[in-house]
């Protein structure tokens, strides 16, 4: 049985922290539901009711699509080594561009990522936590070099014109307001 809080604790935070992987999940009113691993050292802890993490560019763009028309967001982690837990945060999110003034501010909390495409500013109303037991354990090896290097190649221009082929439109065809 899980249990429910109100807040993001210590204890969790550090639990965060640790994790290389997390899973956000967010859908439009209608369509596609979306679930999507991240990592990167991508997520950043704002306060006990809010968290930040940095999108780079990526084949879509479904949850800047989704949030336009529908705020809910969910963030999932699990431990994959250790103690076993399954810690979900349940909140609303909102995109931040580099056009936004608010990109300067935000921006410096993360590692410079090549592709950085926008931020998302999260809302956390309940943080629950479930046992975790089912969950196998796996031993981290490192971090994947494909996604930098693609970007890094690409150079800036070069991913612009990326997210004018490829993230303007989500999969279910929603605007994603990538150029605003």
Request: proline fraction near 3%; hydrophobic fraction near 40%; charge should be neutral.
């Amino acid at each position: 049985m899980g249990k429910k809080l109100e807040i993001i604790t210590p204890e969790l935070e550090d639990f965060i922290q640790k994790q290389k992987l997390f899973f956000v999940a967010t859908a439009a009113c209608e369509g596609t539901v979306n679930i999507s691993p991240k990592g990167m050292d991508s997520l950043r802890i704002l306060g006990p009711n809010r968290v930040m993490w940095l999108k780079v560019t990526g084949s879509g763009n479904e949850t800047a699509a989704h949030l336009l028309e529908n705020d809910r967001i969910t963030i999932m982690f699990c431990a994959f080594e250790g103690k076993p837990l399954i810690l979900r945060l349940y909140g609303t999110a909102r995109a931040i561009y580099q056009r936004d003034a608010e990109w300067a501010e935000y921006i410096t909390l993360f590692p410079n990522l090549e592709g950085a495409r926008q931020l998302f500013d999260v809302k956390v109303d309940v943080v629950q936590m479930s046992c975790g037991m089912a969950v196998p354990l796996m031993d981290y090896n490192r971090d994947r070099d494909e996604l930098r290097n693609w970007a890094k190649k690409k150079g800036d221009e070069g991913i612009k014109e990326y997210w004018q082929q490829k993230n303007v439109k989500s999969f279910d065809g929603l605007e994603t307001g990538i150029f605003g």
